[in-house]
């Protein structure tokens, strides 16, 4: 048995243990990008399987929070939603920083890096995660492949009585409702959480900013005496270049501290932004993705990224920015590709072969 001195080192070791491995872990690993689940091996479809309950192992394999499992298992339409989303997220996420030093490499080890720390780029991937789950459901629902939800019924389109509801409108009431369930917020008392569930919504919101009205005319001789009319997102291309730019102007925030006993309070606003009434929020009050911490240069090999060394960059765009100053080497190849298409009768492509020389620019190591 352990004596008293020797005892209570122990329970001071194992009580730090616990708090670094705490401090290991991502804040608020809720889903998709921002999640635990390796993205290398998620499949793009689910397989079939002969069981009846066969989405509970689609949502198992998600690697979901017990909640999320639950309103995963609810709907068989789900688990199939869920991964379409989290593909649909990294393919943006990937494509809006193909020019930048940080072009979204989400491997393992860099993506749990990231969410260990308050980057604006953590805030991107919170929003882009959030903006897919609730684009894609609300597609899933409007095609069918949901059990809980439908079309949308759209009751406050002005003019009702002179429109004739038709089409199959985009279920975003059903599917910002569920995002925010399934993302619920975290405890008040958790900095990080508070940050991560604002970037959250905001991914929402970009979704909803999208929406429109779309109508088609039916009557005599294309006369509009009758309009049918539905809701449609705005393309998901469009959803990530908004994001996009949110994560080119992102405010960086601060905590307050309590210097008595050193814990973080409230999220104090940047100077110029106001919070809002009584002055209670623990966020300011803005549309804009928010975050903690100042970005790594994202230049070398490190925790964040593999570095920008072998990375092609153009010449007249962005080679400066992209290798850090380092030079990049220039590589001539020739390549051959189809040229002066044209449709036959009918009905196929014809095309030649053309063979050029490029020049490939690759950032100096």
């Known amino acids: ?3 008293g001195p020797l005892l209570a080192r122990w329970l001071a070791a194992a009580f730090a243990l616990t708090l670094l491995l705490a401090a290991l872990r991502p ?5 998709g990008l921002t999640g635990s ?6 499949p793009l479809t689910l397989e079939p399987e002969a069981a009846a309950q066969a989405h509970y192992k689609a949502c198992d394999r998600l690697k979901l929070e017990r909640k999320q499992r ?3 298992r609810r709907d068989p339409g789900v688990a199939e ?5 989290v593909s649909m997220s990294a393919l943006e996420c990937q494509y809006q920083f193909r020019f930048e030093r940080w072009n979204c490499t989400l491997e ?4 749990a890096s990231l969410l260990k720390r308050g980057f604006k780029e953590t805030a991107f991937l919170y929003a882009i995660s959030s903006a897919g789950l609730t684009h894609a459901l609300a597609k899933a629902c409007s095609a069918g492949r949901m059990e809980r939800c439908t079309c949308d019924e759209a009751p406050d389109l002005e003019n009702r009585e002179a429109w004739q509801w038709g089409g199959c409108g985009d279920n975003l009431k059903y599917s910002s409702k569920f995002v925010k369930e399934f993302l619920g917020r975290r405890s008040s ?4 959480a508070r940050v991560d569930f604002h970037n959250n919504l905001v991914g929402v919101k970009v ?3 999208g929406v429109e009205t779309t109508c088609k005319c039916h009557g005599v001789s294309g006369s509009c005496t009758v309009r049918t009319c539905w809701r449609q997102l705005a393309p998901f291309h469009e959803v990530g270049k908004r994001l996009k730019h949110k994560y080119e102007t992102a405010l960086k925030v601060g905590s307050t501290t309590n210097e008595a006993t050193g814990e973080a309070g409230a999220i104090s606003p940047p100077r110029g932004r106001a919070v809002g009434p009584g002055g209670g929020d623990p966020l300011p009050r803005t549309p804009d993705l928010v975050h903690l911490d100042d970005s790594p240069s994202f230049c070398l090999a490190g925790r964040f990224s593999p570095g920008t060394a072998g990375r092609r960059c153009h010449r007249e765009k962005n080679c400066e920015s992209i290798c850090c100053g380092r030079g990049h080497n220039t590589q001539s190849r020739v390549v051959t590709r189809p040229c002066q298409c044209q449709v036959r009768w009918c009905c196929y492509v014809e095309c030649r072969q053309c063979t050029q020389r490029e020049e490939v620019y690759t950032c100096k190591g």
Do not use: H, N, Q
């Open 189 to 192: 008392k958790d900095l990080r």
């Open 108 to 111: 393992g080890r860099y993506r």
């Open 70 to 72: 639950r309103m995963c």
């Open 81 to 85: 939603t869920l991964v379409e989303a």
């Open 207 to 209: 979704i909803k900013a």
């Open 37 to 42: 689940e390796p993205l290398t091996i998620l």
């Open 27 to 31: 804040s608020a690993a809720y889903f």
């Open 1 to 3: 048995m352990l004596d």
